[in-house]
C-alpha cells in the first residue's frame, strides 16, 4: 500500500485532494471505509481528542489494519491533538498523521509547542506526518447560530512560511475562510462557506508544503475545486456526517418505532454518511 506522502504527493502532481472524515461509531466507519472501497478510491479518516474518549487509538488502529487487509486505501489521523501526551499516544498506536493543534496560543508558543511535538513524534515513527495549525479555524463541528467573529482571521502567507521553517511540519493547516461546524442557513442549504483562493495559492508557493482544509462541511462545490487546484492536498468533513447520523437515527425512530436493535435503527445513518462521503470523494478526486 501506498503511503500517505506518496498520496499527498500525487495530489500536487494531479490535482486532487485525499476526503478525510471523522468517525466515532462503526456505522460511521463502515459508510466511510464502504464508500472507498466502491470507488477504488484512498481515503483518511479521522478522531479527535474527544473521539478518541469514543474510540480509543488502539481500537482505531484495528479497526484501520482490518480495512486495510480488504482493500481498502485507509489513512488514520489523530484530529486536533493539543498535548504532547496525547500526541504519543497516537503515534505509538500506529497513527499515519497527527495533527497537533496549538493555534489557540500566541505564534511563538504555538511554534516552541508545535516543534517539541515533531522532534518527540520523529523519534517513535520517523515516517509519521505530522500537521501544524496557524490561523482560526474554531474547535467544535457543531451546528451555530452566527459565524463566529474570530473566523475572519485568515493565516498570513508569510507568517505561514516561517511557521513551517521554524516547526519541521510536514502539512499546513491554515485559515482560509472555513471554520468548525454549520450555522443553520448552511444546513439548510441557503449559504455557503467560500475559501480564498489567492491566498490558499500563496501559501502553497511560499511554504512548499501540503495545504489540509478543515472545516469543510457547507463548503460550496465550486469553491472545493478551485482550492485544490491552489494547493489544498487534504480536506476534512465532519459536522455534515454528524447532521447524516443523526438523522438517519431519527428517520429509523420514526419509521421503525418498536425497533430495539441498534444495527438496524443505525442503517439509515450508515446510508446517508455513504452517501456524502461517495460525493466528495468523487468531487475531491475530480470525478464526475
Not at 96 to 114: G, K, M, R
Amino acid at each position: 500500500m501506498r503511503g500517505l506522502r506518496d498520496i499527498l504527493f500525487e495530489g500536487a502532481t494531479q490535482k486532487t485532494a485525499i476526503g478525510h472524515f471523522n468517525f466515532s461509531d462503526l456505522a460511521g466507519f463502515r459508510a466511510i471505509t464502504d464508500a472507498a472501497k466502491e470507488l477504488g478510491l484512498p481515503v483518511m479518516v479521522g478522531l479527535s481528542e474527544g473521539e478518541r474518549s469514543a474510540v480509543s487509538p488502539s481500537m482505531a488502529a484495528a479497526l484501520v489494519a482490518d480495512a486495510r487487509a480488504r482493500g481498502i486505501e485507509i489513512f488514520l489521523n489523530a484530529d486536533h491533538t493539543h498535548s504532547l501526551k496525547n500526541a504519543v499516544l497516537a503515534a505509538q498506536a500506529g497513527f499515519d498523521e497527527i495533527i497537533f493543534d496549538a493555534s489557540h496560543l500566541p505564534y511563538a508558543e504555538n511554534v516552541q509547542q508545535t516543534k517539541t511535538v515533531v522532534s518527540e513524534l520523529r523519534k517513535i515513527n520517523p515516517q509519521i506526518v505530522i500537521e501544524g495549525e496557524l490561523g482560526f479555524i474554531g474547535a467544535s463541528s457543531q451546528v451555530l447560530d452566527v459565524v463566529p467573529e474570530e473566523s475572519r482571521r485568515f493565516t498570513d502567507p508569510i507568517q505561514a512560511r516561517e511557521f513551517c521553517l521554524q516547526t519541521g511540519i510536514d502539512v499546513l493547516a491554515p485559515a482560509v475562510g472555513t471554520m468548525h461546524g454549520m450555522v443553520r442557513a448552511m444546513v439548510s442549504g441557503s449559504e455557503r462557506k467560500h475559501l480564498d483562493i489567492a491566498r490558499i495559492k500563496q501559501l502553497s508557493e511560499l511554504t512548499g508544503l501540503p495545504l489540509t482544509l478543515h472545516g469543510g462541511s457547507g463548503t460550496d462545490d465550486a469553491d472545493f475545486t478551485a482550492g485544490i487546484l491552489a494547493g489544498l492536498r487534504i480536506i476534512h468533513v465532519n459536522t455534515e456526517l454528524r447532521l447524516a447520523w443523526r438523522e438517519g437515527v431519527q428517520q429509523s425512530l420514526d419509521e421503525m418505532p418498536n425497533e430495539i436493535a441498534p444495527y438496524k435503527l443505525l442503517e439509515s445513518s450508515y446510508e446517508r454518511i455513504k452517501a456524502i462521503v461517495i460525493a466528495r470523494l468523487k468531487l475531491f478526486n475530480r470525478i464526475s
